[in-house]
């Protein structure tokens, strides 16, 4: 059974830092792309970055020089390295991969339950 956990949410000033980990586990053969998207009270789910395998790293325009994505892939894990938040970064953050697992003919999308963030003063 393929788990995703984030960890490292909490509350923050504004102006602050956090990071972010989302560490996955089960029976894995591969992990093509991974990803974080948050969700803020009373708006949809917006994509936050993206990081496949190889290649470059994406982002969404609200977080674009402030965010650093990144993975580890011998630890199957992707962090987020949030500086400069402001009080709009408030969301639940979750992160998910497309994911091979043991057996398995295709990537599958897996998602995490999400950490809470909060950027108040």
């Known amino acids: 059974q393929v788990q995703l956990v984030e960890s490292g949410g909490g509350k923050v000033q504004p102006g602050g830092s956090l990071r972010l980990s989302c560490v996955t586990s089960?029976?894995?053969?591969?992990?093509?792309?991974m990803a974080w998207s948050r969700r803020a009270p009373g708006k949809e789910r917006e994509l936050v970055a993206t990081?496949?395998?190889?290649?470059?790293?994406n982002y969404g325009d609200s977080v674009k020089g402030r965010f650093t994505i990144s993975r580890d892939n011998a630890k199957n894990t992707v962090y987020l390295q949030m500086n400069s938040l402001k009080p709009e970064d408030t969301a639940v953050y979750y992160c998910?991969?497309?994911?091979?697992?043991?057996?398995?003919?295709?990537?599958?999308?897996?998602w995490g339950q999400g950490t809470q963030v909060t950027v108040s003063s």
């Open positions: 089960g029976s894995i053969v591969g992990i093509s792309y």
């Open positions: 998910n991969a497309g994911i091979r697992e043991y057996r398995g003919r295709s990537y599958n999308t897996y």
């Open positions: 990081i496949p395998s190889g290649g470059s790293a």
